[in-house]
């Protein structure tokens, strides 16, 4: 599971108390996730509710009454039992059908919803083969005409964040914030992208913590006028000049949570002892979106606005709008939640109507390209308080500057 040991099924109970407040509040009968050899494809959901893999055919079964069952195969029941939160482990030989079948009857649920989404990949475990054994298994009882998504209650669960999950955030923003200050040491004229990216993964190998995304692009370091910002691995050929600026977009998992930030440098020329005027106009922008962003979240306002917000303080300062999100939650991962914090496209579906919830972890980034000088971004990680946020990073506010020689 990640981070290994007894504490981390802690968090685990958390999120099934949770998770049980959760459906009587959406007025949901029951939650059914039903999984197999989930070391090889597993729901996302599994990692918050129980923290270890399974092997045979596994059904957890949630009540809005406050039941917590599991039905698993002999011999992955003492793993469930020794994790905790579950009222009753039932252990199978043959077939996971009958137990499954008569639990359903006993529970008599209304509405059971099932992990199948067409907007949050967080709430679509549930793969094809999966639905047809689970719709076959159940297919002489009233039950499969009761099942409806489970997208409101896993956009929920994973969403709210508990203490003990905020604290791991924070910590994996603490590691990832010394990294940027021991970068900060290092850069040099002459270093390239995969110089910067080798460094930074040296530092993540010396405090024992991986990269939050895929290693190839974590970090994504852009440099100078020809940075491709994005996803995009780092370059050999793009070095580090004088009158040009870095930025590293960064995070590291660590204990099972993650962090997600981006900071911004710009490297003096001889006889400079601040930024050119252009450079920091573009940061002033920058920085005055986010905190537009910032100023337009807080409980019950949906996504889109916070984007909105954003949006339009960079584009009335004369900047062209960028082509992403202002936001994206996190917490096991960088994409963590189903609430997004952009504009109404398309390919963002219903996601931008999520209003944000108090517990909410989202980031806040944005940014723009200086002719001549390279890549200007930011990106900050707040959580969402009852009156508006709290910034979780140490936020920048200036543009860090490398001395000329």
């Known amino acids: 599971m990640g981070e290994n040991g007894q504490n981390s099924f802690g968090i685990v109970r958390e999120k099934i108390d949770q998770a049980i407040s959760i459906l009587d509040e959406k007025n949901i009968d029951a939650w059914l996730i039903f999984v197999r050899e989930t070391r090889q ?59 499954l079948a008569e639990t359903l009857r006993l529970l008599d649920p209304k509405t059971i919803a099932i992990n199948y989404s067409e907007s949050d990949p967080a709430a679509d475990g549930l793969t094809h083969g999966m639905w047809q054994l689970l719709f076959r298994y159940l297919g002489d009882t009233p039950y499969t005409a009761r ?40 850069l040099r004229p002459g270093l390239s992208e995969a110089d910067v990216a080798a460094f930074i993964h040296r530092k993540f190998e010396e405090r024992g913590v991986e990269p939050a995304w895929e290693p190839e692009y974590c970090p994504i370091v852009a440099i100078g006028p020809e940075a491709r910002f994005g996803h995009s691995i780092p370059s050999d050929d793009r070095r580090l000049e004088h009158g040009q600026t870095l930025v590293i977009d960064v995070g590291v998992k660590q204990d099972g949570y993650v962090s997600d930030i981006q900071r911004c440098w710009y490297l003096l020329e001889k006889g400079e002892t601040s930024p050119p005027v252009e450079v920091q106009k573009a940061f002033d922008a920058v920085l005055g979106a986010i905190r537009a962003a910032e100023k337009a979240l807080k409980p019950g306002v949906p996504g889109w606005e916070v984007d909105r917000a954003a949006r339009t303080y960079l584009t009335d300062a004369g900047y062209p709008e960028y082509q992403h999100a202002t936001g994206h939650q996190i917490g096991r991962t960088v994409h963590d939640g189903a609430a997004v914090l952009g504009p109404k496209w398309e390919r963002y579906g219903d996601s931008v109507y999520i209003e944000a919830e108090e517990g909410n972890v989202f980031t806040l980034e944005l940014g723009v390209t200086v002719e001549g ?25 200036e543009i860090l500057l490398v001395q000329a020689p």
């Open 41 to 99: 494809v597993s729901d996302p959901t599994l990692e918050l509710i129980l923290g270890l893999d399974v092997t045979w055919q596994t059904a957890f079964i949630f009540t809005r009454t406050g039941r917590r069952i599991a039905i698993a195969g002999r011999f992955d029941v003492d793993n469930i039992v020794g994790v905790g939160g579950y009222d009753e482990v039932l252990g199978y030989d043959q077939s996971i059908r009958p137990l």
């Open 373 to 397: 000088r390279g890549y200007i971004g930011l990106e900050e990680d707040v959580i969402v308080r009852r009156d508006g946020v709290e910034y979780l990073t140490t936020p920048q506010r």
């Open 147 to 186: 099942m409806i998504s489970s997208e409101p209650i896993v956009a929920a669960l994973r969403g709210r964040k508990t203490a003990a999950e905020v604290e791991r955030i924070k910590n994996a923003i603490r590691t990832t914030e010394e990294i940027a200050k021991e970068l900060h040491q290092h």
